[in-house]
């Protein structure tokens, strides 16, 4: 038995150090499992970027060792690299019904076939290579999440996966908080637990309280309810449904996202939608207002989302009126405040009754808040911690409080993606580091979007670029045509005939002052055509467009 | 007298169904006064803009009617536009010293000069035109701020500026809540106030509350405490100065704007530091740790801000060391949220102890809270009520309130930027609009960026720009130089050569069938270039990038 058989090996490929990209590495041995595969979206910064993905070059690089991905659920940021994934490594992946079926239909959508998608149930225990692993129910925003156990020779590693502990859960399928009891008393090595809402104190409320308030706004409706909320978040459009079918509402579903998470879901038996009470958008106008309930995209405030379209009155179909009430059920994920403040205003603006965050009980978080953490803490004492899923700052006080659990202090890993844990029986350290990153998802290219093309793209967002064009004699270096001066982004051409005019002047001079000089690399007279032309058009606007001159040569002879 | 003479306009130019740029007309007969010229700062969609001022054209048009501005206080969002109106219009400016004092090294910084800036003092009543305007002592998180009244033969008009009232404010000079009250006993027609807390439930908490949780985090600090806050807070900096004298520490100060208000309002006396206090930022290194307090701007995440340069490490002075305590004293304005999340993710990485928001205390707004609203709609007891200074559902919220408090629904009003209000001793009425929108300036232009340039800038910014020249011969129409692709921001070329080969190849079979087919106008060519390329782009790549095919022309003969 090598020295390598006597440890497990934890790696985060994502999701330590940031909210989003969950990818982590359980190695055992010669035995990899990835635990989740997820994505995060762009920053503002990562301009024209679609979607980030880990570098899963680790994974590449032991491809003969990876033995399955297992999934805790099914939201983007912990399924939506999978395909990603897949299209490099050939292994099978486990989830829960409803985690697998929302990635078949992605998988599909990004033309990856031939995958093992292989069920699991909640409380089930499977083989991988010489690793007992288990699912373990939990609470969450979605249906069908869950924890994972990890029993080797070494000992029982626990990942909580994102999770809440909601004693009054909408389909009453309580999280197994037994089994984290059992395996406490069993040993655990180490537990890596979900730090999101680590700065939250108290306990998270449970999703059925989000029922009650839903029934009383639900109530007071006169018109036509059109509810928004995280397409994923099947519990909460449970209820909703449910609202509707007690006060005699019909349900119409609007935007993409939503309808395929809601026709998965009522496939598999996680949303229930009695006979005769879903009905086609396009019918909404056969019933009355009070009659219907509207479910739809958008709570983020997304520009493109069915519920922006309302707002900004360019729905195909939905069109706002003084009377509707319109419900918010979600809160601003950090970054879209303003768009959902926004969105709020124009439906407002439009005579909605807007229901929103402020209105207190319309919406709670998926997140165990600071006592569940420490319930949780308390359940599986583990001789080691790692705090996961979550910015530094969240990451600390979730250490800190473990610490003030009992957790000796050195026992307690706050690292970051690409960290390389290691645990013995009687050891736990950080060692060495693996690549990690970002991989920007563009378009159809992955990764090859690097820093130099989003700096360029930067630099034309601030201040456009101007285009300098001349076509010179090959022999001469005289000057055949041009310059001509293009601009997009800089400043609107019919206004400012005067200063392109003057600038293009500037351009020939510097022309011909190198035509005399018999200065005939390109190189040089475009870096003194950017120089001069940059100097004066920074001295006349007061901005640094990006100056690109293009040479072209033509033989005259 | 004329119709006119019977009747008060308001008009406001900036701050209704928004935050920022503030700027209102108040108007009655032949006299204008403003009141208030802010700034906004852009969206993140307008890019690359530095500031957004108001529409003045209201102003310019009624030019010889414009008697004053009047300001509530110094904060950009209330006085950041007054160059700009002053450049077109020569007219005094009345203002509290420190506002005044803020608004001077503005003008000078912009060459704005020969203004007539006069100083008020809380309390005081002046006749402007016909209107007797009185500035009334309110608190808010810089000092001498005022509300204003406008007395008129039709009625007396109250604005509140922006306010709270604190009950133990730092300087001890409360907000002259007797003057409110006196007003609303004598009968006020019109109140506008102040609805940017109108979502929050309860008081605003006391300035003086702050001091005590800086001196808990002053007593518990070992090391140096950097603290960053709103430059213009002089209440905050004044109870961070205190703290650190109670401590024995010296004040070190670092940020331009924060250098800039902390000189002009030591200067008036609104800042107090006693002598040998503070010391020049290079002087640091002379003392311990537990000796220095380091001001500093930054709170919101800025990029180019002092603590955010030192949180990546690349302050000229002063390098974040393990022990430090970085004490951010201000909430997230919203957008900011994750700037200023990240700010404090790297603080904690280089080792420093950070205190921020989450830390209960830490901060506390400058604005009203609802039961202040109330409590003086209830002193004010107008007539008709416009809630100002507001997103749209801010304003909704506070007419709510106003309606509860039993002023008349129809004498509620909720409009908008550009909106003319109009009131006589009996009759209040939303009538017409005036243009109003937002005036971009960026580098040096005000007003010349308009929609065009700012989608061709999103456009640049998505997918970058690919220019496609080619020379023609202008008598044959064939080929002499190029076709020639030069991109940026759309892929980096060393990456893609076989797709730049391969575009390039595109283009010459377009301009060899352009050439053959004897199509000679460049529109036509252009945009077949345009299409051929766009398609075959998407295809091998999912972007869109700008392209720009630019055609020269070369006699040969």
């Not at 595969?37 to 970027?49: K, Q, R, S, V, W």
Request: some cysteine; proline content about 4%; hydrophobic content about 40%.
């Amino acid at each position: 038995m090598n020295n390598e058989q006597n440890k497990i090996m934890i790696i985060p490929l994502g999701g330590l150090g940031e909210i989003g990209k969950n990818m982590t590495v359980f190695r055992y041995g010669d035995d990899i499992i990835v635990i989740d595969a997820g994505l995060a979206f762009p920053e503002e910064d990562m301009l024209g970027i679609d979607l980030v993905i880990p570098d899963m070059t680790y994974l590449v690089e032991n491809k003969d060792k990876v033995r399955a991905v297992v999934l805790t659920h099914g939201h983007e940021d912990h399924v939506g690299s999978l395909s990603y994934l897949l299209k490099q490594l050939n292994v099978p992946v486990y989830g829960t019904r409803l985690s697998l079926g929302l990635v078949e239909a992605r998988l599909k959508e990004n033309n990856v076939s031939g995958c093992s998608l292989i069920p699991v149930k909640p409380g089930d225990q499977i083989k991988i290579g010489q690793v007992q692993v288990g699912f373990i129910r939990v609470s969450h925003s979605i249906s069908d999440a869950v924890g994972l156990s990890f029993k080797t020779p070494v000992g029982t590693v626990v990942h909580t996966g994102d999770f809440k502990i909601d004693q009054t859960p909408v389909d009453g399928k309580i999280m197994d908080i037994h089994k984290f009891a059992e395996l406490g008393d069993q040993g655990v090595l180490l537990l890596m637990s979900d730090s999101t809402n680590a700065e939250r104190p108290g306990f998270t409320k449970s999703e059925r309280t989000v029922g009650a308030a839903l029934d009383d706004a639900f109530r007071a409706a006169r018109d036509r309810i059109i509810l928004a909320t995280f397409a994923s978040n099947v519990p909460r459009l449970q209820q909703a449904v449910n609202s509707a079918c007690k006060y005699g509402r019909k349900v119409a579903i609007i935007g993409r996202s939503l309808v395929n998470v809601t026709t998965i879901a009522m496939e598999l038996g996680y949303l229930q939608i009695p006979e005769g009470v879903l009905i086609d958008i396009d019918e909404i106008n056969r019933y009355p207002g009070n009659q219907l309930l509207i479910l739809t995209t958008g709570s983020q405030g997304e520009p493109m989302s069915a519920l922006t379209r309302m707002a900004t009155n360019s729905h195909r179909v939905v069109e706002i009126c003084p009377g509707d009430t319109v419900i918010i059920s979600a809160s601003p994920i950090p970054g879209n405040e303003k768009s959902v403040g926004r969105t709020i205003d124009l439906l407002m603006r439009q005579g909605a009754h807007v229901i929103y965050e402020r209105d207190t009980g319309i919406h709670v978080s998926g997140h165990a808040s600071q006592e569940e953490l420490k319930l949780i803490l308390n359940l599986v004492r583990p001789k080691f911690f790692i705090p996961v899923h979550g910015e530094h700052r969240m990451l600390k006080l979730h250490a800190k409080m473990a610490e003030e659990l009992g957790i000796p202090r050195e026992n307690i890993f706050v690292g970051e993606n690409g960290q390389v844990f290691e645990f013995a029986p009687d050891e736990g350290k950080m060692t060495g580091k693996v690549a990690v990153g970002k991989v920007f998802v563009d378009g159809l290219g992955v990764g090859d979007i690097g820093n130099i093309v989003i700096r360029d793209r930067r630099q034309l967002s601030q201040d456009g670029v101007l285009i300098v064009v001349v076509t010179l004699d090959k022999q001469k270096g005289s000057v055949l045509a041009g310059p001509d001066l293009v601009s997009r982004g800089f400043v609107y051409v019919r206004d400012s005939e005067e200063l392109m005019a003057r600038a293009k002047e500037k351009v020939a001079d510097v022309l011909a002052r190198c035509e005399t000089a018999k200065i005939t690399e390109w190189a040089s007279i475009k870096s003194q055509v950017r120089d001069v032309l940059g100097k004066y058009l920074f001295e006349k606007t007061g901005r640094r467009p990006v100056i690109l001159p293009i040479i072209m040569e033509v033989d005259k002879e």
